[in-house]
């Protein structure tokens, strides 16, 4: 079994910085795609931000410009740095791992999430 865990979210204002991290732990064989979604209250979860295991990147438009997603593959760790955030950035965080467990048989790849960590910006 793959687990994630997120860490670094909190309260900020408007205009602050917040660094998230998500690490992966448990039996992996390979971790391929990263991503961080947000979910705020009353609406669907939303892609932020993901990176494949070779470093490929993708944005929301929302956060261009704004937000920086990087991974450490020896970590198995992927981060989401948030610059100039808003109040309209508010909501919870949660990591995503498309990953392949290490089990016998033939391998698989699944998603995995995290338990969420909450992201709220004061104006």
């Known amino acids: 079994q793959v687990r994630l865990v997120e860490s670094g979210g909190g309260l900020v204002q408007a205009g602050g910085s917040l660094t998230l991290s998500c690490v992966a732990s448990g039996s992996i064989f390979s971790i391929n795609d990263m991503s961080w979604y947000c979910q705020a209250p009353g609406k669907q979860r939303e892609l932020v931000a993901s990176?494949?295991?070779?470093?490929?990147?993708n944005y929301a438009d929302s956060v261009k410009g704004r937000f920086t997603i990087s991974r450490d593959n020896a970590k198995n760790t992927v981060y989401l740095q948030m610059n100039s955030l808003k109040p309209e950035d508010t909501a919870v965080y949660y990591c995503?791992?498309?990953?392949?467990?290490?089990?016998?048989?033939?391998?698989?790849?699944?998603?995995?999430w995290g338990q969420g960590t909450q992201v709220t910006v004061s104006s």
């Open positions: 995503n791992a498309k990953a392949i467990p290490l089990r016998v048989g033939i391998p698989y790849e699944y998603d995995y």
């Open positions: 990176i494949t295991s070779g470093g490929r990147i």
